[in-house]
C-alpha cells in the first residue's frame, strides 16, 4: 500500500499564524520537505494580500517550487479570479473550497452554495481553454463536511448534492474537509461511502484532517481503510487550533508519516530528513508553537524504515 | 458494541507523579468516576510503600472502592507478596505485569521470566484456596509487547510463549501492555492475532496503550477492530511521558470516552460528568499537568450523546 501525504503547512499553517514568513524561508521548507521525499505540497492561496498578507507572494512561491522535479504543486483558490492567478502561475492542482454549511459559505468565503458552484464552472470554462497538458488538475473541497461550528450536523443529502454539483460543474475530483475537528472514525467511514456513492471511487481519494479534539490520526486510520489514499498534513501541525489551545489544527505531518511508516505504508518519506525540516520553520517563525508527538518521543528503539528509503533510493 | 474503559489513573497516573495525592482526594476522584459511569478502576497497587509512597494506602483505597455498587475494583500486583495484600484487602481484579523484554523484567521486578512464572503460579495457589464466589479475576499482562526501550523489537515466538505460559500457570487471562509508546495500528492487529491464536479469543480482552507517540486512539481503533473491548486509560492522562514533554502517558480518558461515543460505541459513560472529574484531581495534584484534546475543545456543537446516557438511565 501507498500513501500521498500532502503537506498543506505553508498555505493552511502560515494562515493561522499570525508572523508573515519570509519568501526565502519558504522556499527552503518547501525545498527541504520535496528533499524529505513529500511528493505534494500545497504552496498558498491566491487570496487578496490586504486579507492575508502572509500569502502575498503565493505566485513567486509558485513559480519557485515548480523548479523541484517530481513535485505537486497545490494552491487554494476562493474564487474564480484566484483561479485565474494561480493558472498563470503555473499551478499543478487547484482546490477550491466549499462549505457545506451555507452559513460558514456565507461567512468565510460571502457566497451562498450557488454563487461558489457557479464560480466552480467558471474555473473549469478558464482549464479547458488551456491545452491539454497544460491543465491543473482541479478539486473541490467539501469543507466543514463532519460538521459546522455555526450549523452543528450537516445533512447527508445536502452533502451528497453538493459533491454532485461539483462533479457536475466538472471538478476532475472532490476531497472530504474536517474544517472543525468534529470527525470521527465512524464518520469518517460514513462520509467517504456517501460521498463516493455519488461522485465515483476514483473522483475521492484524499481527506483533509483536524487534531483538535485528538481523533486525527485514528480519524486517518478510518480514512485508509474506507480506501482513500491522500492525506492531508501540516508540519509541526503550524497554525496551532484557536480553540483548542495545546492542539494542533491539521494533523501533523511527521506523526503521520511515522504512523505510516510503522505501519509498512510506503510514503516515500524519509523520516529523519522529514523531522530536520522543522528547524528551519522554527528559525523562521520564533516563537510559533510547533506539535508533533514523535519527534518529542523519537523514534522507538530499533525502529527501521524500510519503506520510505527504498522508495527514495528507487 | 459495548466497551469497558478501564480507568488506571489512580494507579498508572499517581504512580508517575512525584507528589502524593491524600487518600480522601483519591476516594472522591474514585467515586466521581464510578458516578460518571466508569465500571472498572485500578485503584492501585500492592508494592512496599516505601518504593511508591504514593500508593501506600491502596488497601483502604481497595477497601473503600469496594463500597461503590457495579465497580470492578482492580489492582497491580508485582508479585505474590502483593498479591496476598490485595486478595486480603477484598480486591476485585488482580493484575501481574510480566515483562515480555527479559532485560526489562530484570531492571523494573528484578526477575527473571521463569522467576515471575513461578509468582503467577503461587497466585493461582493462593486464589484456588478461596471459596469460588471470592476469588479475583487474575490477568497477567504482557507489557513491553510492542517494544522495550533497552532490547527494542521483542521476538513473536517469546510474546507467544510468555502469554501460554501465563495460561498454563493459571491465568484467566492475559492482556497486551504497550509500555513504551511502541504500538502502531498493524502491530496492534498483529500481536492481538498472534496472542489470540495462542490464549484464545475469550483469553485476550484488553489492551493498556499509551499516546507517546501519538497513536494511542488510532491503535485503539485498530484494537477494537481485531476485537477487544476493554481498553485501559487514564484521566487526564495523569503522570505524563518521560520521554515527550507534551504527551501524555496512557491515553486520555476523556478523549477515549468522547471518540467511542461519537462512534456510537456504547461506554455507559457520562461525558459531561466524566469530564467534571478533571478539578478533583487538579485540586489535589496542583501544578501537575492535565492532558486531553476534548476537554480543552469542547464537543461539537449539537453533540448528542445517545449511548451513555441512555445507558446510564437503564
Same mark, same amino acid.
Given at each position: 500500500?501507498?500513501?500521498?501525504?500532502?503537506?498543506?503547512? +505553508?498555505?493552511?499553517?502560515?494562515?493561522?499564524?499570525?508572523?508573515?514568513?519570509?519568501?526565502?524561508?519558504?522556499?527552503?521548507?518547501?525545498?527541504?520537505?520535496?528533499?524529505?521525499?513529500?511528493?505534494? &505540497?500545497?504552496?498558498g492561496? /491566491?487570496? +487578496?494580500?490586504? #486579507?492575508?498578507?502572509?500569502?502575498?507572494?503565493?505566485? $513567486?512561491?509558485?513559480?519557485?517550487?515548480?523548479?523541484?522535479?517530481?513535485?505537486?504543486v497545490?494552491?487554494?483558490?476562493?474564487?474564480?479570479?484566484? *483561479?485565474?492567478?494561480?493558472? *498563470?502561475?503555473?499551478?499543478?492542482?487547484?482546490?477550491?473550497p466549499l462549505?457545506?454549511?451555507?452559513?460558514?459559505? #456565507?461567512?468565510?468565503?460571502?457566497?451562498?452554495?450557488?454563487?461558489?458552484?457557479?464560480? *466552480?464552472?467558471?474555473?473549469?470554462?478558464?482549464?479547458?481553454?488551456?491545452?491539454?497538458?497544460?491543465?491543473?488538475?482541479?478539486?473541490?473541497?467539501?469543507?466543514?463536511?463532519?460538521?459546522?461550528t455555526?450549523?452543528?450536523?450537516?445533512?447527508?443529502?445536502q452533502?451528497a448534492? %453538493?459533491?454532485?454539483?461539483?462533479?457536475?460543474?466538472?471538478?476532475?475530483?472532490?476531497?472530504l474537509?474536517?474544517?472543525?475537528?468534529? *470527525?470521527? +472514525?465512524?464518520?469518517?467511514?460514513h462520509?467517504?461511502?456517501?460521498?463516493?456513492?455519488?461522485?465515483?471511487?476514483?473522483?475521492?481519494?484524499?481527506?483533509?484532517?483536524?487534531?483538535?479534539?485528538? #481523533?486525527?490520526?485514528?480519524?486517518?486510520?478510518?480514512?485508509?481503510?474506507?480506501g482513500?489514499?491522500?492525506?492531508?498534513?501540516?508540519?509541526?501541525?503550524?497554525?496551532?487550533?484557536? /480553540?483548542a489551545?495545546?492542539?494542533?489544527?491539521? &494533523?501533523?505531518?511527521?506523526?503521520?508519516?511515522?504512523?505510516?511508516?510503522?505501519?509498512? &505504508? $510506503?510514503?516515500?518519506?524519509? %523520516?529523519?530528513k522529514?523531522?530536520?525540516?522543522?528547524?528551519?520553520?522554527?528559525?523562521?517563525?520564533?516563537?510559533?508553537?510547533?506539535?508533533? /508527538?514523535?519527534?518529542?518521543?523519537? #523514534? +522507538?528503539?530499533?525502529?527501521?524504515?524500510?519503506?520510505?528509503?527504498?522508495?527514495?533510493?528507487?
Amino acid at each position: 500500500m501507498r500513501v500521498l501525504i500532502s503537506e498543506v503547512g +505553508p498555505r493552511d499553517g502560515l494562515q493561522n499564524v499570525s508572523a508573515t514568513m519570509s519568501t526565502d524561508a519558504k522556499k527552503a521548507w518547501i525545498k527541504a520537505e520535496a528533499d524529505a521525499g513529500i511528493r505534494e &505540497i500545497e504552496v498558498g492561496s /491566491f487570496v +487578496p494580500a490586504k #486579507l492575508l498578507p502572509q500569502l502575498a507572494d503565493t505566485a $513567486e512561491i509558485v513559480s519557485y517550487a515548480r523548479t523541484i522535479p517530481g513535485l505537486t504543486v497545490a494552491v487554494l483558490v476562493p474564487n474564480a479570479r484566484g *483561479a485565474s492567478d494561480a493558472i *498563470a502561475a503555473g499551478a499543478h492542482k487547484l482546490t477550491l473550497p466549499l462549505s457545506v454549511s451555507e452559513t460558514h459559505s #456565507l461567512r468565510n468565503l460571502r457566497r451562498t452554495h450557488d454563487q461558489v458552484i457557479e464560480e *466552480a464552472g467558471k474555473i473549469v470554462g478558464m482549464i479547458k481553454e488551456l491545452p491539454e497538458d497544460q491543465r491543473p488538475h482541479f478539486e473541490g473541497s467539501l469543507s466543514t463536511a463532519f460538521g459546522c461550528t455555526l450549523e452543528g450536523a450537516i445533512p447527508d443529502a445536502q452533502i451528497a448534492s %453538493l459533491a454532485e454539483r461539483l462533479m457536475d460543474a466538472g471538478c476532475d475530483e472532490v476531497g472530504l474537509s474536517d474544517t472543525t475537528g468534529y *470527525a470521527d +472514525p465512524s464518520s469518517v467511514r460514513h462520509l467517504v461511502k456517501l460521498v463516493r456513492g455519488v461522485v465515483g471511487d476514483d473522483r475521492l481519494t484524499g481527506i483533509h484532517l483536524h487534531n483538535t479534539r485528538g #481523533l486525527g490520526l485514528a480519524n486517518v486510520l478510518a480514512a485508509l481503510e474506507s480506501g482513500l489514499d491522500t492525506i492531508d498534513a501540516s508540519l509541526g501541525g503550524l497554525g496551532g487550533c484557536p /480553540f483548542a489551545p495545546g492542539a494542533s489544527g491539521n &494533523i501533523v505531518t511527521e506523526d503521520l508519516a511515522f504512523m505510516l511508516e510503522a505501519m509498512g &505504508i $510506503e510514503t516515500g518519506v524519509d %523520516l529523519d530528513k522529514l523531522f530536520a525540516v522543522r528547524s528551519i520553520v522554527e528559525a523562521a517563525l520564533p516563537g510559533e508553537p510547533l506539535y508533533g /508527538f514523535v519527534t518529542d518521543a523519537g #523514534l +522507538p528503539k530499533g525502529f527501521t524504515q524500510h519503506t520510505g528509503k527504498a522508495e527514495l533510493a528507487a
